[in-house]
């Protein structure tokens, strides 16, 4: 008897930790074809690659997982409301590597130094955040 529910119990937990496996291969099959999707598209129109991918879709594709993992609504408003704050400082790299590009600058350096800047703009949000209180 209790060898059979030993059993039983080893089935369930082996289900259990196959269907996590498969959900996270589908949560990376999706987000890995919208990135490819919308590099393809970009290759045939710059402004339609543009539109998809200035929507969110990271950050909706985060809040759809967690949701869906967690049934939590404060996290994901926890979670959106970090997103914004942290978008201001990521608007550096759109800022940056253009005018690195126009001024004849090589690309992986002009990503690479506005990767850098990037990265310096969200220590400094996190850093005037957290002065006047806002946790993220």
Same mark, same amino acid.
């Given at each position: 008897?209790? %060898? ?5 119990? +080893? #089935? #369930?937990?082996?289900?259990? %930790? ?10 990376l ?10 590099? %393809?598209? *970009?290759? #045939?129109?710059?402004?339609? !690659? ?9 950050s ?8 869906? %993992? ?6 994901? *408003?926890?979670?959106?409301t ?23 600058? +090589?690309?992986?350096?002009?990503? !690479? ?17 957290? #002065? ?5």
């Amino acid at each position: 008897m209790h %060898e059979v529910r030993i059993v039983e119990l +080893n #089935r #369930r937990t082996y289900n259990n %930790e196959r269907h996590k496996v498969v959900y996270y291969v589908i949560k990376l099959v999706i987000t890995a074809v919208l990135i490819v999707l919308i590099s %393809e598209i *970009s290759k #045939r129109s710059s402004f339609v !690659g543009a539109i998809l991918a200035s929507v969110p879709l990271v950050s909706v594709l985060a809040m759809l997982w967690l949701y869906i %993992e967690t049934k939590d609504a404060e996290k994901i *408003s926890v979670l959106a409301t970090s997103i914004f704050w942290l978008v201001i400082p990521s608007l550096a790299l759109f800022i940056t590597l253009p005018l690195l590009l126009k001024q004849s600058v +090589n690309f992986y350096l002009s990503l !690479g130094m506005s990767i850098a800047i990037t990265a310096g703009c969200y220590f400094i949000m996190v850093a005037v955040l957290n #002065r006047y209180g806002v946790k993220l």
